[in-house]
């Protein structure tokens, strides 16, 4: 492994984009920084959705093209091999969530069983991503994470059926050696999901950590739990997954919150998220004897501060134990010059129906448009990279 890292080499942040590829993801991206395009791009999709509205191609040929692998299996494999010779990992999802009917939830928990054995047979070494709102409704979710421990008959053959197939896809994991990350969702459902994957990682992270768990660390209460889970971990002796994200669903929990009256359980200030997180950091790898980390960020400062930590903490078996993860379409600047430099970095690689990663697709173009500085920045590489890309093929021409 190199001593230094440059996060900005452009050069090996796009070697994997066309020139064609980088041109339109550079439009893409000058789309998503005016908030009014957004905004009616968000609700052309939502009416999709409640309305089957069939302009599907809209969303295809724009944000679906830069932030998803494909409609299909074979599409989002042909990414995975692509991603691989760049030394890049990536994280297999199969999007569908808020589904409602369980003949969908069984098929769910099939493709992602299917998905676990390709992985094994042909990409060894990658790993998949599952949401509990694939396998489950949210509103039940919902309804016994209030409940807790208490539940009717009914509730509790439904949650008997749940952890049968969360079973069934950790233990496929187990045996295929494909680690599995368990994501996390809205926060009146956090609690359910915190005793599954606990129970899930007590029973399978005896020997190395195949389930992990999400910390969304602009939760208030994610320091408190990720202390309970160490103690925990020791306590029953099994290696705990932890991936670490800032989070997703801000505004929705806030106005969630407000409606119901309620503390917000997200902290006031973005700074206060961001010193939860690098403290979340540096704890994880404190403790790299016991705990695997998967550092899922688009912040260069936790980056460079994890790898930091991971020469200040000694880890010398690093690209096991600490992972780096970017979404596809997105800050290829970390994520390429990580690999380029040794360390294990991948690529969050949604895949399916044009409909179903439509949820997926709005909190994308949202989030983006929300962080505008970061935005400009994105939109300053891609200009930079095309301009010497441009400069290059002009000296290379004149040689010749």
Known sequence: MDDTINLNNLK???????????????????????????????????????????????????????????????????TIKKLDRYHVKSVLDYVAEGEKNNETFKKNKDIILYNLRKLQ????????????????????FKRINKAGSVMNSSDQARHEILMRRVESICSAAFENKIIV???????????IFDRIVEEMMEKYNKEEAIVYNTLQMYLSDRLPYLDHLLKDSLTKQYFPGIKLVRGAYVEKERETARLENRTSPVYPSREQTDLAFNTALDLCLKEHTRVYTCIASHNEQS??????????????????????????????????????????????????????????????????????????????????????????????????
């Open 12 to 78: 090996v942040a796009f070697s994997y984009k066309q020139n064609k590829e980088l041109r339109y993801t550079y439009y893409i991206f000058k789309v998503l920084q005016k908030p009014f395009l957004v905004k009616l791009l968000s609700r052309v999709a939502t009416g999709i959705l409640k309305y089957h509205i069939p302009v599907q191609a809209l969303i295809k040929n724009t944000v679906f093209k830069v932030f998803c692998s494909g409609e299909n299996l074979s599409e989002a494999f042909a």
């Open 121 to 140: 047979e042909e990409a060894p070494g990658n790993s998949i991503s599952v949401k509990f709102t694939s396998l489950e409704d949210p509103e039940f």
């Open 181 to 191: 990350y368990f994501d996390a969702e809205d926060r009146n459902m956090q609690d």
């Open 303 to 400: 980056t460079l501060l994890a790898v930091e930590a991971i020469e200040k903490y000694k880890i010398t078996d690093h690209y096991k134990k600490v992972k780096f993860s970017q979404l596809y379409g997105m800050r290829d600047n970390l994520t390429f010059n990580l690999a380029s430099t040794g360390y294990n970095a991948s690529k969050y690689l949604p895949y399916g129906n044009v409909k179903k990663a439509i949820p997926y697709l709005i909190r994308r173009a949202e989030e983006n448009s929300s962080i505008g500085e970061q935005l400009n920045v994105e939109l300053i590489r891609l200009k930079n990279e095309l301009t010497r890309r441009k400069k290059s093929n002009k000296e290379f021409n004149h040689l010749n």
